[in-house]
């Protein structure tokens, strides 16, 4: 069984940064793409960035491009979301996936594993 665990959320001053980390079981890590996803209050699940099975590659949303880094560490099974220079707009829970590819992937459907979420509060 495939498990996800998130960390590292909790209450920011806007302009602050946190990073999330995420722990991945169950499943070859290395062999597979990894994505950051949010969703707001009242909004659908949206795509925050996403890394490739060897982290060469990364892609991100507009909204998030030049102040959010996504990294692995394939020996650790861990995938990292640092978040610079956070926005009010950027609260939300955060949540980690595994995706069915190698691929970088956007698409909520392309994730079968999804951890449990973890709130990102940024305070105006």
């Known amino acids: 069984q495939v498990q996800l665990v998130e960390s590292g959320g909790g209450l920011v001053q806007a302009g602050g940064s946190l990073r999330l980390s995420c722990a991945a079981s169950?499943?070859?890590?290395?062999?597979?793409?990894m994505g950051w996803f949010r969703q707001a209050p009242g909004k659908e699940r949206e795509f925050v960035a996403a890394?490739?099975?060897?982290?060469?590659?990364?892609h991100y949303a507009d909204s998030v491009k030049g102040r959010f880094t996504i990294s692995r560490d394939n020996a650790k099974k861990t995938v990292s979301l640092q978040m610079n220079s956070l926005k009010p707009e950027d609260t939300a829970v955060y949540y980690c996936?595994?995706?069915?590819?190698?691929?970088?992937?956007?698409?909520?459907?392309?994730?079968?594993?999804w951890g449990q979420g973890t709130q990102v509060t940024v305070s105006s």
């Open positions: 890394i490739t099975w060897s982290g060469a590659s990364t």
């Open positions: 996936a595994s995706a069915r590819a190698r691929t970088i992937q956007t698409v909520v459907g392309e994730y079968p594993y």
């Open positions: 169950g499943r070859t890590f290395s062999n597979y793409g």
